[in-house]
């Protein structure tokens, strides 16, 4: 009786689960086009699944766990260009890798104070109430990264970091890393690149030969990079990676273990499924570096595909773009968002350069943005744009 009890329970929750799942808008369907986030490849899945009931936190507990997670971090390190002396820790994403950067440099520094252009990503607004740290903003030039005259003028006696964007959130840009590179090595400044969603992208780019620039390990003023296998990565949800110089430079943000297995843990999360771990791993492992060159390579002539149909309608662009992120420039962007809503896509708004944006991810294909042109005419139509 109790085991019949037990598998209607079972039925009832997995049919309430189902309900709630109904509800969300799904990368399968092609219709989310506004997330820098995608369907994971199928892989990814399976490997998280086996993983799910290990924890990181703990190493020795789960060894081979261990091992996984230091051959994808050495995969990241070297698609980074990262020296012998560099390690890496992985996060949850980008807001927390930059959380950690930024922790890492004012206990370095001493300093209480963090350069940011105008394109950087809201984490450092949470950096600045968490840390007690002045956000000090530099404008963005016509190309809309960072303009360098500005950022010269702003360094002062108390600066801990300065922020370098490789694939900014809103239309993927990147700043002018190697003059960057160039100010901080002059003036002994910790530069921290948020690349959480161009570190997956921008290598592979540069292989293909486009005119990129550089923005790694490569360039000596570079300290840390932050990069997300759960965006161009194509892994599961949620895999990030902060990757320092100078490994030594853990021992400024590392705590003593009592009670674990190991003596001391640094960056901020205990208890860490290695799940993600396992799915970026495996992923890394089934692609490689020419997979993930032919993924990017695809992801970017549907990007010039969607460009030119966007133009066809009548519609301009902020800028061409860099990576594989459009903006979109509107009157009333909201407008066209809740259109669109109502058509089943979704996209984001850019209120602040009054554009919406799309991301051509993996398995965004010409099929799908055919199909979103006409809905995406006819929003503009009834709203006013057209």
Not at 117 to 136: C, D, R, Y
Not at 242 to 264: G, Q
């Amino acid at each position: 009786m109790n085991g019949k009890l037990n598998e209607e329970r079972r039925i009832k929750i997995l049919k309430e689960l189902q309900n709630f799942y109904n509800k969300d808008f799904t990368f399968s369907s092609g219709r989310i086009l506004g997330s820098m986030c995608t369907q994971p490849h199928s892989i990814a899945k399976e490997a998280y699944i086996k993983f799910l009931e290990t924890n990181l936190g703990d190493p020795e507990l789960f060894p081979g766990t261990k091992e996984m997670e230091t051959k994808l971090l050495s995969f990241i390190m070297d698609l980074l260009n990262a020296p012998k002396s560099s390690a890496g820790l992985i996060c949850s994403g980008g807001t927390e890798s930059n959380i950690t950067a930024i922790w890492m440099s004012k206990k370095l520094t001493g300093k209480s104070e963090i350069i940011v252009p105008e394109s950087a990503h809201f984490s450092f607004e949470k950096i600045g109430s968490l840390m007690n740290t002045k956000l000090v903003y530099i404008p963005l030039n016509k190309e809309y990264f960072m303009n360098t005259s500005e950022l010269k003028k702003m360094i002062s006696k108390d600066t801990a970091a300065i922020i370098g964007i490789a694939g900014s959130t809103e239309l993927g840009t990147i700043d002018p890393i190697p003059e960057l590179s160039e100010i901080c090595t002059d003036n002994n400044i910790f530069l921290h690149i948020d690349a959480a969603f161009g570190g997956f992208v921008i290598p592979f780019l540069k292989e293909l030969k486009n005119n990129i620039t550089d923005f790694d390990f490569q360039l000596k003023g570079v300290s840390s990079i932050s990069i997300d296998a759960h965006k161009m990565g194509y892994s599961a949800i949620p895999l990030g990676a902060l990757i320092i110089r100078n490994k030594k430079w853990l021992d400024e943000i590392s705590v003593t273990t009592p009670y674990i297995s190991s003596n001391k843990q640094a960056g901020l999360l205990a208890t860490r499924s290695g799940g993600p771990v396992a799915a970026a791993y495996a992923v890394s492992k089934y692609l490689g570096r020419e997979g993930y060159k032919d993924l990017i390579k695809e992801c970017m002539t549907t990007t010039e595909y969607a460009e030119k149909r966007i133009s066809d309608i009548g519609l301009n662009l902020v800028i061409k773009p860099t990576l594989n992120v459009l903006g979109i420039k509107l009157k009333n962007p909201s407008k066209v968002v809740k259109k669109l809503t109502d058509f089943g896509w979704k996209v984001n708004k850019m209120e602040r350069l009054s554009a919406i944006r799309i991301v051509l991810m993996p398995r965004v294909t010409k099929d799908i943005i055919d199909n979103f042109i006409p809905d995406l005419e006819k929003a503009c139509r009834e709203v006013g744009e057209l």
